[in-house]
């Protein structure tokens, strides 16, 4: 199994930056992809930002151009950075592993972005 940590959320003015953390613990030769997903208030769950054991990243057309991804060298840790926030990027955001042969999916505990002044 694999279990993840995230950290680093909070309130941000607007076209402010935050940089947030994830990191993963247990079989973590095993993951495939990490990526980034939030949800705000009524709406569903949508991805952020992905990077895959390759080192390949992707992020959203939303997001395109404010947001990155990257990861230490150990493989078990991820940060998006984010960018010229809006109040739009509000939302909690959740780590996401994707790990095995199966595709198993593992989520944190998810941390809170407030855009705001």
């Known amino acids: 199994q694999v279990q993840l940590v995230e950290s680093g959320g909070g309130l941000v003015q607007p076209g402010g930056s935050l940089r947030l953390s994830c990191t993963a613990s247990?079989?973590?030769?095993?993951?495939?992809?990490m990526g980034w997903y939030r949800q705000a208030p009524g709406k569903q769950r949508e991805l952020v930002a992905r990077i895959t054991s390759g080192g390949t990243t992707d992020v959203v057309d939303s997001v395109n151009g404010r947001f990155t991804i990257s990861r230490n060298n150990a493989r078990d840790t991820v940060f998006p950075q984010m960018n010229s926030l809006k109040p739009e990027d509000t939302a909690v955001y959740y780590c996401?592993?994707?790990?095995?042969?199966?595709?198993?999916?593992?989520w944190g505990q998810g941390t809170l972005v407030t855009v705001s002044s």
């Open positions: 996401n592993a994707e790990y095995g042969p199966r595709a198993l999916d593992a």
């Open positions: 247990g079989r973590i030769f095993s993951i495939n992809v």
